[in-house]
């Protein structure tokens, strides 16, 4: 069975602070990955998604940025965290473009 | 853009009533997924279906992908459903964006 980790749970940064979000897939090859972010009380909204290792679009800009340096792993990250930036990311994989996406557990981001 | 139009914004049921939730997205689309958001923020995927209806569980999702519309039916509702609930419009052409609705807070009382 296929399992996705993300981390951390939570944070809480400085504004101007850097930030790296983690996300790893287990038990499915060449997985389709996105994250995602929720403002508190907004609609989800897809940020970056990948197909392949070294290959990353992006969907929405938000002065953020995603790598994905290894088949299940996408990064999620910044240099300098913005008051807006505060919300909910969640990473999601699937088989396929056109799949049934599934959700990691989500990592809250608080900005001070 | 892709948009998906969710009603109503929230429903208050009493425990063993019944749910139906719309949905409604702006261009054609294959299929639609379903997803329940607990109050934690994790997302767990009900139903994804194509034109028709699937079943499971207590959860019936009806797409009518002609029409550019789609519902979730609960029956007998309990107050474990209490949470929002998303439909989502997959990628179309070459675009890999799954677009949400802005979801349906259902809240289950005895």
């Known amino acids: 069975a296929q399992t996705i980790h993300q981390w951390p749970v939570a944070e809480i940064k400085a504004v101007g602070s850097p930030l790296s979000l983690g996300c790893t897939i287990k038990?499915?090859?060449?997985?389709?990955l996105y994250w995602y972010w929720q403002a508190t009380g907004g609609t989800l909204q897809q940020l970056f998604y990948?197909?392949?290792?070294?290959?990353v679009e992006s969907v929405v800009q938000l002065n953020l940025s995603a790598s994905r340096p290894k088949d299940d792993q996408f990064i999620l990250s910044t240099e300098k965290l913005l008051l807006s930036h505060s919300g909910f990311y969640l990473c999601?994989?699937?088989?396929?473009?056109?799949?049934?996406?599934?959700f990691g557990p989500g990592t809250r981001l608080l900005v001070l | 853009g892709q948009q998906v139009q969710q009603s109503p914004a929230s429903l208050v049921l009493q425990e063993g009533e019944n749910a139906e939730l719309q949905c409604n997205f702006s261009?054609?689309?294959?299929?639609l997924q379903w997803f329940y958001q607990r109050p934690g923020g994790s997302l767990v995927s009900l139903l994804s279906?194509?034109?028709g209806t699937k079943h499971t569980g207590r959860l019936t999702s009806t797409t009518v992908t002609k029409e550019r519309r789609g519902s979730l039916h609960i029956s007998s509702s309990q107050i474990t459903d209490s949470g929002t609930y998303l439909c989502?419009?997959?990628?179309?052409?070459?675009?890999?964006?799954?677009?949400f609705g802005q979801g349906t807070v259902l809240s289950v009382i005895p």
């Open positions: 999601a994989w699937s088989p396929g473009p056109q799949d049934t996406q599934y």
């Open positions: 038990g499915k090859s060449s997985p389709n």
């Open positions: 990948s197909i392949t290792v070294g290959q």
């Open positions: 261009s054609t689309a294959t299929r």
């Open positions: 279906n194509p034109s």
């Open positions: 989502a419009m997959p990628p179309t052409g070459g675009n890999n964006k799954l677009t």
